[in-house]
């Protein structure tokens, strides 16, 4: 029925290339932009957090430091525009810009702020 090496040799490979696209597909997936109506949203950035959020002290500072003048929205604050808005996760970064807005959830890191927020 073959080499036992062989057989041990591809239940490596394959268990490998598994574990290899499961990391690169979690880490695509951590940052990721949907584009989705966000009523009640004038123009602007914005940045929705909670008291409990252990990250979102994180991505506010890196949000001063690129220069990027945002809206705090916090869930304690203002539940309902949780709800309406569907964010279920924070952090989660809002952009509205004239007819197109898209929403992310997690931690951008500094390149993706300055890619699609910076001034």
């Known amino acids: 029925m073959g080499d036992p ?3 041990a040799l591809v239940v490596v490979v394959v268990g490998v290339s598994a574990l290899v696209i499961g990391v690169l597909w979690r880490r695509g997936r951590a940052w990721i932009r949907h584009r989705r109506p966000l009523p009640g949203l004038e123009d602007g950035v914005y940045l929705f957090t909670s008291g409990t959020c252990g990250s979102c002290s994180a991505v506010r500072a890196r949000l001063h430091s690129a220069g990027v003048t945002h809206t705090e929205i916090t ?7 949780f709800d309406t808005l569907g964010i279920s ?3 989660a970064i809002a952009r509205v810009t004239g007819t197109d807005s898209w929403l992310a959830f997690g931690d951008p890191g500094a390149g993706a702020i300055h890619r699609w927020l910076g001034p």
């Open 5 to 7: 090496i062989a057989r």
């Open 75 to 81: 869930f304690e604050l203002d539940p309902e525009r």
């Open 89 to 91: 996760k924070v952090p």
